[in-house]
């Protein structure tokens, strides 16, 4: 009885797996890249970009910020908290090219808490001039017209926030490439699903826009400082305060610089143990997500021919919802040949966001508490 229980869970989880990924792929909009939103805001607005090491084509992220087709004051701020960090020879480099925008460069060592990135934004925010602010991270590449689209949004709002999902663009590498299909084939129908449908309220480091004075009324970037998801604890502060997050319509892209099988999976189970932490319910409901290692498993118990039938269509609808991402977002074709790699690997970054309590993060390591905050391990000293 446990047996044939077992089984059949297995099998109608695959299936609602396989169901999912026709469903998300339908609801990736088509051709958002291009669109233009309406409204043409020209506001004052300073863009913060902390830092933290050359990484993978960071030159090109930071210049695309100041290459904005945009007639409004921009102020651009990149913060690190060391100065001996190589990522200022990027800052460096810009400045000749800058577009006109000021730029200014912010090496600050006070540690404001335990999430690194959240103390580099602490140090960042007294040299703030303008009342909207963009939070962007480093990793990430943007278009011409992004700045007027999301300070364009943020303008209809009137308040709150506003922030977007993202796409992933790989280095070349084949650690690139699998972290690229993690992105487009599940982080990203799952936020186009989630939001939907009313599942998720996301607020991603990809893109944060919010005013001044929001900022200011929910106590500054010191109240995520101990944080591990800081960015969705951004949003959750602004929602107590009746505040909307609003997710934009397009996305950016993430530059996946992955060169190592460790740093694969240290940065890809620090995600699943962000997201375990933001929902725990939802995060164990993810398992029906995973509907080729189901099929599988449905299979090894003596599935027979629906299993394997399941196992098939599981991989046929990753690579449809693959094309469906890569058509809307105007994407080169993805490597759908890894698709069963990267399925089997997910899952394995799944079990895994369950049995860790502790995560790597730029180089230290970090224990998670029930609540989500950070906790650095004995020995491990803050810069």
Same mark, same amino acid.
């Given at each position: 009885m446990?047996?044939?229980?077992?089984l059949?869970?297995?099998l109608?989880?695959?299936?609602f797996?396989c169901?999912?990924?026709?469903?998300?792929?339908m609801l990736?909009?088509?051709?958002v890249?291009?669109e233009r939103?309406?409204?043409?805001?020209?506001?004052p607005?300073t863009i913060?970009?902390?830092?933290h090491?050359d990484?993978?084509g960071?030159?090109?992220?930071?210049?695309a910020f100041c290459d904005?087709d945009y007639?409004g004051?921009?102020?651009?701020i990149?913060?690190?908290?060391?100065p001996?960090?190589?990522?200022i020879q990027?800052?460096e480099?810009l400045?000749?090219?800058g577009?006109?925008?000021q730029i200014?460069?912010?090496v600050?060592t006070?540690v404001a808490?335990?999430?690194?990135?959240?103390?580099?934004?602490?140090?960042?925010s007294?040299?703030?001039?303008?009342d909207?602010i963009v939070?962007v991270d480093?990793?990430i590449r943007?278009?011409r017209?992004?700045?007027?689209?999301?300070v364009g949004a943020l303008?209809?709002t009137?308040s709150?926030?506003?922030?977007?999902?993202?796409f992933?663009?790989?280095?070349?590498?084949?650690?690139?490439r699998?972290a690229?299909l993690?992105?487009?084939g599940?982080?990203?129908?799952g936020i186009l699903?989630?939001?939907?449908?009313?599942?998720?309220? +996301? /607020?991603?480091?990809?893109t944060i826009?919010l005013r001044?004075q929001?900022?200011?009324? &929910?106590? *500054? %970037?010191?109240?995520v400082?101990?944080c591990?998801?800081d960015?969705?604890?951004?949003?959750e502060?602004?929602?107590q305060?009746?505040?909307?997050?609003s997710?934009?319509p397009?996305?950016v892209?993430?530059?996946?610089?992955?060169d190592?099988?460790r740093?694969?999976?240290?940065?890809?189970?620090?995600?699943?143990?962000?997201?375990?932490?933001?929902d725990?319910?939802?995060?164990?409901?993810?398992?029906?997500?995973h509907?080729?290692?189901?099929?599988?498993a449905?299979l090894?118990?003596g599935g027979?021919?629906?299993a394997?039938a399941?196992a098939?269509a599981?991989?046929?609808c990753?690579?449809?919802?693959?094309?469906a991402?890569g058509?809307?977002y105007?994407l080169?074709?993805? +490597? /759908?040949?890894?698709v069963?790699?990267?399925?089997l690997?997910?899952f394995a970054?799944? &079990?895994? *966001? %369950?049995a860790g309590q502790g995560?790597s993060w730029?180089?230290?390591?970090?224990r998670?508490?029930?609540?989500?905050?950070?906790?650095p391990?004995?020995?491990?000293l803050?810069?």
């Amino acid at each position: 009885m446990v047996y044939n229980a077992m089984l059949f869970a297995l099998l109608v989880s695959a299936a609602f797996g396989c169901v999912f990924m026709i469903v998300a792929a339908m609801l990736v909009p088509s051709g958002v890249r291009r669109e233009r939103m309406a409204g043409d805001a020209q506001l004052p607005v300073t863009i913060l970009v902390p830092l933290h090491g050359d990484e993978p084509g960071l030159f090109d992220n930071l210049a695309a910020f100041c290459d904005q087709d945009y007639a409004g004051p921009v102020q651009i701020i990149f913060g690190v908290t060391d100065p001996r960090d190589p990522a200022i020879q990027s800052v460096e480099r810009l400045r000749p090219a800058g577009c006109g925008r000021q730029i200014d460069l912010v090496v600050s060592t006070r540690v404001a808490g335990s999430n690194p990135k959240v103390s580099n934004l602490v140090g960042m925010s007294p040299s703030i001039r303008h009342d909207v602010i963009v939070l962007v991270d480093s990793d990430i590449r943007v278009e011409r017209d992004y700045l007027r689209r999301v300070v364009g949004a943020l303008d209809r709002t009137g308040s709150g926030a506003v922030t977007c999902p993202y796409f992933g663009i790989p280095t070349g590498s084949l650690w690139s490439r699998l972290a690229q299909l993690m992105i487009d084939g599940h982080f990203l129908p799952g936020i186009l699903v989630g939001v939907r449908f009313g599942l998720t309220q +996301p /607020c991603m480091g990809s893109t944060i826009a919010l005013r001044r004075q929001s900022l200011a009324a &929910i106590g *500054g %970037f010191e109240a995520v400082a101990d944080c591990l998801a800081d960015d969705y604890a951004l949003g959750e502060e602004l929602r107590q305060r009746g505040e909307t997050v609003s997710v934009l319509p397009f996305a950016v892209g993430h530059i996946c610089g992955e060169d190592s099988w460790r740093a694969l999976w240290q940065h890809e189970v620090r995600w699943a143990l962000t997201i375990r932490t933001i929902d725990p319910v939802g995060y164990a409901s993810w398992i029906t997500n995973h509907a080729l290692p189901l099929a599988l498993a449905a299979l090894a118990l003596g599935g027979g021919l629906p299993a394997l039938a399941l196992a098939a269509a599981a991989v046929a609808c990753r690579v449809i919802l693959l094309r469906a991402v890569g058509r809307g977002y105007g994407l080169p074709p993805h +490597p /759908c040949w890894l698709v069963p790699v990267r399925d089997l690997l997910s899952f394995a970054v799944f &079990i895994a *966001g %369950f049995a860790g309590q502790g995560v790597s993060w730029r180089g230290r390591r970090f224990r998670v508490l029930a609540e989500g905050d950070l906790v650095p391990k004995e020995g491990q000293l803050l810069p």
